[in-house]
């Protein structure tokens, strides 16, 4: 059983926050917004842009910062995960 | 006596909230948009995207996950259907 | 004397009711936008999307469902018509 | 001394209220927007969409339905007229 | 030493109101928008449509109404001026 | 060191006060939107226009008017600059 | 361990305050906007113009001016970055 993202929409497992203090992204203190990171699990067929479809920029297993109020969770076997849309994600971290 | 959805409109037959817990999907009570679980019941004949017709990405038969808020409610013969535009569509669940 | 309804724009007679309530449709009494029922008595020329001229897909007959505050409701010879843009049509019920 | 509308814009001589109770649109005193009628006297050169000029569909001589609070009144000597987009026209009385 | 407008805008010599009421155009004493007439002393070199540079519909030397609220007065060698852009005309005085 | 603006931008050398009322632009005292002047000191390398990179229509040394509440204040090298987009200038004085 | 921006952002390492107070940019103390200035460090494949993916104007190793309000912060490897759409960037300082 798993999720196939429709479009521009990836599905993503968030990092955990302590993993995310250790390994690398910390988020500031500050009223800016503030993005989170995560794992890239599925994406979207593309995006149409004029009128031609466009595949998305992030794959499968990317690690990637994303706006920490965008997308919507949803919870499948008891795992949590995040459908983001590609827009919403702000930097791969390679 | 059936429903034809017009254009990126797909007519959705709720999943009920039991069945959701125990199938997969669990609405985890966040402050964040809930996202709900259905089935696809019929489509529209496509969206125009830069001059072009093209067809909708789901299909009859499809179990999708959409916004809780999505989408007008109709009930035709006693039951209860949704109708929706692709768009409020998140993921499709295989 | 009749009315020729402009662009994407169609004539509606809008199902009684008590009518509405026997037939099939039967608007529940939540919180969420609630559709009416109606039948498509004339249609515009069609909307431009991209530069052509695209006809519409409901056609003169159909019994269509749409949202219960759109429109602007004229009445001719003492007979009250519902003036719809097709966008506002979310189904045809077949 | 006469009115020239630009682009999509129309010139319409507003038909007396009494005109219109008499004549068949009788307007609904419901909470909805309510639509005048009218006689149009003039039309502008057209309408650009996706590049291409596009003639108005309304004429010269078209009695045509509009919302009450759309366009702009001008008096020219002496007599009232109201300066609408074609796109607040709903629709033509034939 | 003289205001040549960019794009689609045009520098218009508003009448004075009691040439106005003279002339022609009254300005009713409504809640609606009201309209203001004035002659046009320069036009822009046109507006971008769709890829396309589109001359302006208004010449020197016409005479337009337009709305009260719109565009930005300047003051040049001691004249005022108005700066409308072309869509802020409703149409031409002949 | 000097500013190279992006896009449809461009660096203007906003004039004194003084010296714009003595020089021909006089800011009217009314409620409406008021113009500034200045000088344009460097512009960008165009704005997309429908997929064609169009060259802006002002030029180095071309005296302009603006919205005075328009643009985005800098100070380099102890001098005061005023970054604006193309749209928000109304008109140039020639 | 680096930052890959999508589309059309750009990271930027923002340059300290007492730097740009020495180097050149001062920031008025107004009630308008306040811009920023950093160097860029990362851009992404550029942004999708009419359906041409287009390059971004700014390159690594601009100094660059922004709107103080502008992008998310991220830090990476206890370094803060800025992560910018080139939209908010307003100009290349050379």
Same mark, same amino acid.
């Given at each position: 059983?798993?999720? !196939?993202?429709? /479009? ?7 990092? +955990? $926050? +302590? *993993?995310?203090? !250790?390994g690398?992204?910390? #988020?500031?203190?500050?009223?800016? +917004?503030?993005?989170? &990171?995560?794992?890239? #699990? $599925?994406? /979207?067929?593309? *995006?149409?842009? %004029? /009128? !031609?479809?466009?595949? #998305?920029?992030?794959?499968?297993? %990317?690690?990637v910062?994303f ?9 499948? %076997?008891? *795992?949590?995960? #995040?459908?983001?849309? &590609? ?6 971290? *390679?």
């Amino acid at each position: 059983m798993r999720l !196939k993202p429709l /479009g521009d929409r990836v599905v993503v497992k968030v990092t +955990e $926050a +302590e *993993e995310v203090t !250790k390994g690398g992204i910390v #988020l500031p203190g500050t009223a800016k +917004e503030k993005p989170q &990171q995560g794992e890239v #699990l $599925a994406v /979207g067929s593309g *995006e149409y842009i %004029d /009128g !031609k479809r466009v595949e #998305l920029e992030v794959k499968v297993g %990317d690690k990637v910062i994303f706006s920490k109020y965008a997308g919507t969770e949803v919870k499948l %076997d008891g *795992e949590e995960y #995040l459908l983001l849309r &590609q827009n919403d994600i702000l930097a791969i971290v *390679e």
